[in-house]
Each structure stands twice: as structure tokens, then as C-alpha cells.
């Protein structure tokens, strides 16, 4: 009889509308929370409480912020999570984080850190390429303790304003990548501020693969990410998760909730559920 190896067998069940979803999968996202500058109902106080129930509707194990600053991600945390990153003002504590929150009960972090998108990414706080602000990235090898498996994980938030700086923030980042990972499998998710068509979404696309795109089951929500609390009139996705060969993608999602006091942040949160081949 012939042999069905783990990942076939897993895509043949959801081929055939088996809505089990193996225990070894786990919840990834890439979450840009909006930084605590708006005015009511806008305001981090107000948002706080949605966003939580955000994470916790969706069950995310592990998930890339951006814009947070260091008060909003110790009020994401609580008692389960624990997260890798620096600020981009120092690599420490000062200015918006794009960092990697992690369930404490199912991963291990065994080494990360951030760096500069830049023309000297270790230095904190510098400004390459007309880049409006300064931007970083940061990255983690975790294992998963329900599997022993082991995977590298990066998280950034390009600029808004210079192209030149998106394809060059990104072409950094997918080299360091591609030399960090050493064969590992691979993820990259984050605010790319650039639209499918893009140099900067293509770059990435060149070493990995678009989460939407190769999803098992049927995208579910809307294509666009940006909701600029109603205003925004963006169709199409900033915000993605690219993975490597080694995943499957079990599921992939656009969470667009929008609760009675308002809108959980200016981006919609893109989940997608992951299986380690």
C-alpha cells in the first residue's frame, strides 16, 4: 500500500471538507495596532479593549505588531505572551516597536533581535532613503514545544512615504533573511505600505510565498488591510504574510470586525493558520 506522507494527507482532508484542523498547525498574524495618537473614540484607551478581544477571538499564538510603543505591547501581553524587539528610536525601549509576540506556552524564543533598515543597520535611529522616519525589523528562531520544530520568523514596518526606502528596506531585509535562515523554515509579515503590484510586494514574493495566494481553504474577509478607520478607500492589501516551501497554509483570513464603540485600529489584522511540513 502506498505511503501518504503528514502535509498530503492534511491537504486531502480539507480537499475533501474535513473542517479538523491538526493540533500541530498554529495561528500567525501580522497586526498593525496604530500608535497611541488619535483623538476619541480613536484613542489607545478606548481601542485597548478591542484589540484584545481581537487576539483572543482569533487565538493568536504568535503574531507581528507595528506602531506599538512600549506601554501598548506590555497591555498586549498579560500573562500569556512575551514578545522579541527594540524600539526603532534606540533598539530598546524608545520609539514604535515591530515586534514578534509569542505564546509563552507553545514557543520557545532561542535567539532574535532587531536591526536597521538602513545603509547602517546597527545603528538605532538612522534614516536611509528619504525614509520618513526610521525603520527596522525584527526577527526570531523559535521552537515550537508542541512539535520540536524549529522556524525563523521576521516582522517589519516599511515606510509610508519613500518608495526608495520600502525597496531597499526590503531588499535588506529579505537578504538577511535569506542568510539568518539557513535552510530554516521561513516567515515575513508586516506592514509593507505597498500595493500587490509594487516593487517592494515582488521582492519579497521572489524568495517567498504570498500567504493569500497559496492558502489550502478559501480566503475569507475583505482584500484590503488599511481601513483608516472608515476613511481609507484602499481595495487592495499593505499588510502581508509571506512564508517559505516548508509551511502549509491551512487557512488565511482578513478579520474586518468592527464593534459597537468602533474600530479596533486603522488596519484590519491578516491571520492565517500555519502547518510546519
Same mark, same amino acid.
Given at each position: 500500500?502506498?505511503?501518504?506522507?503528514?502535509?498530503?494527507?492534511?491537504?486531502?482532508?480539507?480537499?475533501?471538507?474535513?473542517?479538523?484542523?491538526?493540533?500541530?498547525?498554529?495561528?500567525?498574524?501580522? #497586526?498593525?495596532?496604530?500608535?497611541?495618537? %488619535?483623538?476619541?473614540?480613536?484613542?489607545?484607551?478606548?481601542? =485597548?479593549?478591542?484589540? *484584545?478581544?481581537?487576539?483572543?477571538?482569533?487565538?493568536?499564538?504568535?503574531?507581528?505588531?507595528?506602531? +506599538?510603543?512600549?506601554?501598548?505591547? %506590555?497591555?498586549?501581553?498579560?500573562? &500569556? #505572551?512575551?514578545?522579541?524587539?527594540?524600539?526603532?528610536?534606540?533598539?530598546?525601549?524608545?520609539?514604535?516597536?515591530?515586534?514578534?509576540?509569542?505564546?509563552?506556552?507553545?514557543? &520557545?524564543?532561542?535567539? @532574535?533581535?532587531?536591526?536597521?533598515?538602513? &545603509? $547602517?543597520?546597527?545603528?538605532?535611529? *538612522? =534614516?536611509?532613503?528619504? /525614509?520618513?522616519?526610521?525603520?527596522?525589523?525584527?526577527?526570531?528562531?523559535?521552537? %515550537?514545544? $508542541?512539535? @520540536?520544530?524549529?522556524?525563523? #520568523? #521576521?516582522?517589519?514596518?516599511?515606510?509610508?512615504?519613500? &518608495?526608495?526606502?520600502?525597496?531597499?528596506?526590503?531588499?535588506?531585509?529579505?537578504?538577511?533573511?535569506?542568510?539568518? +535562515? +539557513? @535552510? =530554516?523554515?521561513?516567515?515575513?509579515?508586516?506592514?509593507?505600505?505597498?500595493?500587490?503590484?509594487? /516593487?517592494?510586494?515582488?521582492?519579497?514574493?521572489?524568495?517567498?510565498?504570498?500567504?493569500?495566494?497559496?492558502?489550502?481553504?478559501?480566503?475569507?474577509?475583505?482584500? =484590503?488591510?488599511?481601513?483608516?478607520? @472608515?476613511?481609507?478607500?484602499?481595495?487592495?492589501?499593505?499588510?502581508?504574510?509571506?512564508?517559505?516551501? $516548508?509551511?502549509?497554509?491551512?487557512?488565511?483570513?482578513?478579520?474586518? /470586525?468592527?464593534?459597537?464603540?468602533?474600530?479596533?485600529?486603522?488596519?484590519?489584522?491578516?491571520?492565517?493558520?500555519?502547518?510546519?511540513?
Amino acid at each position: 500500500m502506498k505511503k501518504i506522507c503528514f502535509p498530503a494527507l492534511v491537504l486531502l482532508m480539507l480537499l475533501c471538507g474535513c473542517s479538523s484542523i491538526p493540533e500541530e498547525s498554529f495561528t500567525l498574524a501580522t #497586526y498593525n495596532i496604530r500608535c497611541p495618537v %488619535d483623538k476619541t473614540p480613536h484613542t489607545w484607551k478606548e481601542r =485597548k479593549p478591542r484589540c *484584545l478581544a481581537v487576539i483572543e477571538k482569533n487565538k493568536f499564538d504568535i503574531f507581528g505588531v507595528q506602531e +506599538a510603543v512600549r506601554f501598548q505591547l %506590555d497591555d498586549l501581553l498579560g500573562t &500569556e #505572551y512575551q514578545f522579541i524587539g527594540g524600539g526603532r528610536n534606540d533598539f530598546k525601549n524608545a520609539g514604535e516597536f515591530s515586534a514578534i509576540i509569542f505564546r509563552k506556552s507553545r514557543f &520557545e524564543l532561542i535567539k @532574535g533581535g532587531t536591526f536597521g533598515l538602513s &545603509e $547602517k543597520p546597527d545603528v538605532p535611529g *538612522l =534614516k536611509s532613503w528619504k /525614509t520618513a522616519c526610521p525603520r527596522i525589523a525584527t526577527w526570531g528562531l523559535f521552537r %515550537d514545544k $508542541k512539535t @520540536g520544530k524549529e522556524f525563523v #520568523y #521576521y516582522n517589519t514596518h516599511l515606510d509610508h512615504v519613500s &518608495e526608495l526606502a520600502r525597496v531597499n528596506g526590503i531588499k535588506l531585509l529579505v537578504r538577511h533573511a535569506r542568510e539568518n +535562515a +539557513a @535552510g =530554516k523554515p521561513l516567515v515575513i509579515s508586516g506592514d509593507f505600505n505597498a500595493k500587490p503590484d509594487s /516593487t517592494t510586494y515582488k521582492t519579497a514574493k521572489s524568495l517567498l510565498h504570498n500567504t493569500a495566494e497559496v492558502t489550502q481553504t478559501p480566503h475569507k474577509g475583505p482584500q =484590503k488591510t488599511f481601513n483608516g478607520y @472608515g476613511r481609507s478607500k484602499h481595495t487592495v492589501p499593505i499588510d502581508y504574510i509571506f512564508v517559505s516551501d $516548508k509551511f502549509l497554509v491551512l487557512a488565511h483570513k482578513t478579520d474586518d /470586525t468592527i464593534y459597537p464603540e468602533g474600530y479596533p485600529s486603522d488596519h484590519f489584522p491578516v491571520i492565517t493558520k500555519l502547518l510546519i511540513k
